[in-house]
């Protein structure tokens, strides 16, 4: 009786191992999960910590920085400073192999807050290294705002600012773009950085949806000197600004976590009534600029495309003036002026190595920009065919921390090979 019982209690014990082992192994499936789940949420805790440092120049990041949950006004210091810079070499493969070495920009920022809802935010900006008549230095105003908040809804600003269109117009300190130059499309269709005198209502609708709409100066045609940067030169910058025609603009974003997707336009005359140069008295030559674009970070990967278009009516009047200019004064080169521009680019980056406060994530982007110029034969003043052009760059950027970057690349320009370049910076945010 007593062995048929023991042999009773053995089967059950072996029956019973089988189920002992299946909870184990499903007990560590589901920590090996949680495990998981865990370096999932550090992953996208770092992510949200590097944008939020990277959009420290707009309003809300600001205040939010300046007044930390649980605290008052009165707690906060009412005057801050921030800035970023960048040191770049740029060795391209033209026939004399030229290289230059250049302290590109050093930027400081101060705001100020004067209370709950009025703050001034301003940027000074000083490139390559030295300002004197006989360098090419520069030193400007980046920006210089006062914002009203009257809520979370509703923003009132004035001043110089920046126009809310594409993504590195607003978002160009060098953390928080991969590639040692910034990438031609945002530079020579959307000519960052750039900014005008104005007034704009901005905010959140709800909890995901930024817009910002306003009236502000516009671009100057007598300003324009180079195609191949499109419409950049025409912009005015706040510094006497011809304002005989203003131009509008508006922009929309939404973000989600990992995820931005938006976009902007912007509209006006650019012949100011021939303020600056009598031969376009008359002429609109209305400018529309345009882009959409989007950002999505997952599972280690950074992807980020972008289309922008424009157009300039009139170019073949503006072109007329400028021949007619050339004819009264032989010290001119007459040029044509662009009718239309258009160009996109998609760029992926992936996260190979993230530990602490170090991040390292090679990238590739491909970008095409058409710049077309009106044509005027009977002087010869034809499209450039380096203005349409097709640009593929491959590197890598290594965050020493979040705000301090090493980069090194290179890119391949296919029409015009002799702006082929291998490039290595050095950029730092605070």
Known sequence: MHVKAYRNVG????????????????TEQKIDGLQQEIERLKEETRRLRSEQAAQKSSQEAAARAAKPAGSSAADQP???????????????????RTGKADLRRLVVGFGHRFNDRLSFSSELEIEHGIVSADDQGEAEVEQAYLNYQLSDAVNVKGGLFLIPLGILNETHE?????????????????????????????????????????????????????????VRTGHQEGQLADAHDLSVYGALNYRAPGLLVGGGVFSGNTGQN?????????????????????????????????????????????????????????????????????????????HIYRRGEVDIA?????????IRQAE???????????????????????????QVVIKTDFQHYRVDGDKSRFNVGLGYMF
Do not use: C
């Open 11 to 26: 089967l059950m014990l072996a029956a019973m191992l089988p189920l002992s082992a299946a909870a184990q192994s499903s």
């Open 78 to 96: 009412a005057t801050s400073m921030f800035g970023y810079g960048e040191f770049n070499y740029n060795r391209n493969r033209d026939p004399d």
């Open 174 to 230: 060098p953390p928080t773009y991969y590639g040692v130059e910034r990438n031609d499309v945002e530079t020579r269709i959307i000519p960052t950085t750039w900014r005008e005198l104005g007034v704009g209502v901005h905010g959140l609708l709800g909890t995901s949806v930024k817009y910002d709409v306003g009236v502000t100066t516009g671009f100057n045609a007598a300003k324009l000197d180079d195609p191949a940067f499109g």
């Open 274 to 350: 021939g303020q600056a140069d009598s031969l376009f008295k008359g002429i609109a030559a209305r400018l529309t600029l345009w882009d959409v674009h989007a950002k999505y970070s997952v599972a280690g990967w950074d992807l980020q495309a972008l289309y922008a278009s424009g157009t300039l009516a009139d170019a073949d009047q503006l072109t007329a003036a400028n021949v007619a200019r050339a004819a009264a004064d032989p010290s001119f080169s007459a040029f044509a002026f662009p009718k239309s521009l258009k160009g996109w680019y998609g760029q992926a980056a992936y």
């Open 362 to 370: 090679p990238f590739a982007r491909i970008e095409r920009y058409e």
């Open 376 to 402: 005027d034969p009977g002087n010869g003043l034809l499209q450039d065919p380096k203005n349409i052009e097709r640009v593929q760059t491959i590197g890598v950027d290594f965050k020493i921390h979040p």
